[in-house]
């Protein structure tokens, strides 16, 4: 069964304070990994694609990577204004558009 | 640019009564168009997608169903609704890029 696993559920950090979120797929091929980041009461707002192992991409303080078997979204030196979910979602091959989503990292940055 | 609208932004319905939720979105043609359901503590659930006019996919069996009846129109409909049906009813597009960009939401509470 195709699965997503995000960890840690929550994650509180200082300002400046830089870290990780982690994201373990079981897919049986993986067409595409998603980043979204999610604000209380609103849609996911799209952040990036991956396609295959080795793949980096980054978007200011962001910094997206993926393995065969995970996905890590890096964050340096935070600002509160990045306090959001962050959902990782998984397509598999053949899916016609299915997206699988992880419970998604609940991220806190205080000044 | 692309947007994607979303109506009611918040609904209270009684149990039992008829729902309909619209989606439509902006500036593109022949969208793949989805609803997901969000409940608290729960990653994103896919509902419905559609490639094309009248053509609607199921992924959970349920007491919902979803119309497409114009290029760019998707609706979400129930004759009756259950407890069950609460949640944050969200609605996406995306072309064969396969990155799926989402709309604001509908928040549904069923009483």
């Known amino acids: 069964e195709d699965q997503v696993t995000q960890s840690p559920e929550a994650l509180r950090l200082q300002e400046g304070e830089s870290s990780s979120l982690n994201c373990s797929y079981t897919?049986?091929?993986?067409?595409?990994l998603f980043w979204y980041r999610q604000d209380p009461g609103k849609g996911p707002e799209f952040l990036f694609t991956l396609y295959s192992a080795g793949e980096e991409k980054e978007k200011e303080r962001l910094k997206a990577t993926l393995t065969k078997k995970e996905s890590f979204l890096h964050i340096t030196a935070p600002k509160p204004e990045d306090s959001a979910t962050y959902l990782c979602?998984?397509?598999?091959?053949?899916?016609?558009?299915?997206?699988?989503f992880g419970k998604g990292t609940k991220l806190s940055v205080k000044p | 640019s692309q947007t994607i609208h979303q109506w009611p932004a918040t609904l209270v319905q009684p149990v039992g009564s008829p729902l309909s939720l619209e989606c439509t979105v902006e500036?593109?043609?022949?969208?793949?168009l989805y609803w997901y359901r969000q409940a608290a503590g729960r990653g994103l659930q896919l509902l419905f997608y559609s490639v094309g006019i009248g053509q609607i996919s199921s992924e959970v069996p349920q007491n919902l169903s979803a119309s497409r009846p114009q290029d760019r129109q998707f609706i979400l409909s129930s004759k009756k609704l259950l407890l069950s049906d609460s949640g944050f009813y969200l609605c996406a597009w995306s072309t064969i890029t396969d990155t799926q960009y989402f709309g604001p939401g509908t928040r549904l509470t069923v009483l």
């Open positions: 500036g593109t043609s022949n969208p793949n």
């Open positions: 897919v049986s091929g993986l067409r595409g």
């Open positions: 979602a998984v397509q598999a091959e053949g899916s016609q558009g299915n997206l699988i």
